[in-house]
C-alpha cells in the first residue's frame, strides 16, 4: 500500500485547509483498511487527529472535534482531512495513515504510512 499526502500549506489563524491522501497498491482495498491523520510537530509526540473505519464510522481527538472532518471516498482511493478554523497550535506535519484494524490505529499504530504534508498556521 502507498499513500501520498497532499494540500498541506501555510495559512492564517482561522482559515481552512483541505488535505488529501492517494492510496494505492494492489493490496489496498477501500473495503478492508480503515485510515487516519496523524500529526507531529518538532519536539512533540505524534498525535492521532482522525480516523475513519471501512463503514464511515469516525473518530477525533478532542483537540480537533469540532473544527475537522474526516472523509473517504472509496471511488478514488482518497482519503481526506477538511480543516477550518485552523489555530497556530495545529502547525505541524500531517501524515496519513492505513491498517486494517480500526483498534490499532486509534491507539496510534498503522501499518502503511505516507511521507506527509507540513501545515502551518500564523
Known amino acids: 500500500v502507498q499513500l501520498v499526502e497532499s494540500g498541506g500549506g501555510s495559512v492564517q489563524a482561522g482559515e481552512s485547509l483541505r488535505l488529501s491522501c492517494a492510496a494505492s497498491?494492489?493490496?489496498?482495498?477501500?473495503?478492508?483498511?480503515?485510515m487516519a491523520w496523524f500529526r507531529q510537530a518538532p519536539e512533540k509526540k505524534r498525535e492521532e487527529v482522525a480516523a475513519i473505519d471501512t463503514n464511515g464510522r469516525t473518530t477525533y481527538s478532542d483537540s480537533v472535534k469540532g473544527r475537522f472532518t474526516i472523509y473517504r471516498d472509496n471511488a478514488k482511493n482518497t482519503l481526506y482531512l477538511q480543516m477550518n478554523s485552523l489555530k497556530p497550535e495545529d502547525t505541524a506535519m500531517y501524515y496519513c495513515?492505513?491498517?486494517?484494524?480500526?483498534?490499532?490505529?486509534?491507539?496510534?499504530?498503522?501499518?502503511?504510512w505516507g511521507q506527509g504534508t507540513q501545515v502551518t498556521v500564523s
Open positions: 495513515a492505513a491498517d486494517t484494524s480500526f483498534s490499532a490505529m486509534v491507539a496510534g499504530w498503522a501499518n502503511y
Open positions: 497498491g494492489y493490496t489496498y482495498r477501500s473495503s478492508r483498511h480503515c
